[in-house]
């Protein structure tokens, strides 16, 4: 693969084809540097444009990122009112970015909930990069796991209140599939920067055999190198799911 030959490290069979990205720490980054928080999440955004860039250069084909959870609406309104402003902000300034990387932005999670300028700029961004074929970057905004699973059992449960679905036939790729993620295939990969080491509520359905690297590095810290890092430990690991390692060699 051309995009690899600044990379010989990795195996190029040995990709992932989804990774998952917990990006943690800006607060702790802006605190440590006397500053304050929104200014760990602006420099954050620099980090957010090379881990694009280098998925898009290895061949990544997704790459979802937990910007804004639920939980994080019970900010101070100060810190949210910023963080909206510098989403806006920050779609407009990267779209070059991602149209140069044939990088395609799509969302996830209850977008209705975000502010009416910030909601236009992403469907705006989406429609014009939706023929980008490189790499697809989800941003998840006002997103939960439990969330995402109760807006799924109401749709499952409407179906059966309404004769149109029997109960028995509940499956696992049923509920997959009613998700607001099932297009995208699970991640191979979730990393998660900071030093924190639990997932906050996070594709908590999709990540069932994900491989989990947990890095010290704060998120505005985190280099291509770090990325580099994150890929070279997953491709030490032996990815059973649930199997057995003679299993897995047949």
Known sequence: ?????????????????????????????AKKQGLMRIFGHHK???????????AAEIGIKYVTMYAFSTENWNRPPIEVNAL?????????????????????????????????????????????????????????????????ITQAMKKIGNDIQNGLLDPNSITDELIGETLNTAQYPDPDLLIRTSGEQRISNFLLWEIAYSEVYFTEVLWPDFTKQHFLDAILDYQNRERRFGKTTEQIAK
């Not at 030959?5 to 990795?10: A, F, G, V």
């Not at 954050?44 to 860039?53: K, L, M, P, Q, S």
């Not at 910030?118 to 939960?144: G, H, P, R, V």
Request: aromatic share 6%; proline share 4%; charged share 20%.
């Open 84 to 148: 909206m402003k510098l989403l806006v902000d920050s779609i407009e300034k990267e779209l070059p970015t991602l149209m140069k990387n044939g990088i395609r932005l799509k969302t996830l999670g209850n977008i209705s909930q975000l502010p009416g300028n910030c909601a236009e700029q992403l469907f705006k961004a989406e429609e014009q990069t939706k023929n980008n074929d490189n790499t697809t970057l989800i941003l998840a905004l006002s997103y939960s796991g439990r969330w995402d």
């Open 44 to 54: 954050g955004v620099d980090a957010v444009r090379g881990a694009i860039e280098f």
């Open 1 to 29: 693969m051309e995009q690899l030959l600044n990379y010989p490290q990795i195996q190029s069979n040995k990709i992932p084809t989804h990774v998952a990205i917990i990006m943690d720490g800006n607060g702790r980054w």
